[in-house]
């Protein structure tokens, strides 16, 4: 049997850019928690990605945090 190596999740990697009606998020790995936060602080929606790009329903002024195996990375967005 060969070894197998499991790709390390890195949250670093995570971009965020604006498109309609939300937020696409890349450079995700498969299993990487995201979270949306409003200015508040709510939660107001959570996902799971299931490959390397995910679509973020948003309005206004969200965070976004994405959590890894090596850590956590949030984001700070406005949405027109």
Sequence with gaps: NKPVAIENADASEVMAYQVSGGLMLSGLTAGNKVEVFNLS????????????????????????????QDGAKVMKAIVK
């Design 41 to 68: 602080g709510n939660r107001v929606a959570m996902f799971q990605a299931e490959g390397t790009e995910l679509y973020v329903p948003a309005e206004g002024f969200v965070l976004i945090k994405v959590t890894a």
